[in-house]
């Protein structure tokens, strides 16, 4: 529940690479042809995408390693 609000306040584009990623288990390859960008882009969006979802999470007091 805290991790589904968490996700919901990042930007539509971090969620939905962490999204593809991790729900739907797709390589970054993959996940750039579908959101047509360039792997690289979507290798630093997932990094900043955990990285502000690591930070919303400890807000709530939960430590994330």
Same mark, same amino acid.
Do not use: F, T
């Given at each position: 529940?805290? !991790?589904?609000?968490?996700? &919901? /306040? !990042?930007?539509?584009? +971090?969620?939905?690479?962490? %999204?593809?990623q991790y729900i739907? &288990?797709?390589?970054? +390859? %993959?996940i750039? /042809?579908? !959101? &047509?960008?360039? &792997? %690289?882009?979507?290798?630093?969006?997932?990094?900043?995408?955990k /990285?502000?979802? /690591? +930070?919303?999470?400890?807000?709530?007091?939960?430590?994330?390693?």
């Amino acid at each position: 529940r805290i !991790l589904y609000a968490a996700m &919901q /306040k !990042l930007s539509p584009a +971090k969620r939905e690479v962490l %999204e593809l990623q991790y729900i739907g &288990q797709m390589p970054l +390859k %993959e996940i750039a /042809k579908v !959101l &047509q960008m360039s &792997q %690289e882009n979507v290798r630093v969006l997932s990094h900043r995408a955990k /990285k502000d979802l /690591k +930070k919303l999470m400890e807000v709530h007091g939960y430590e994330v390693s």
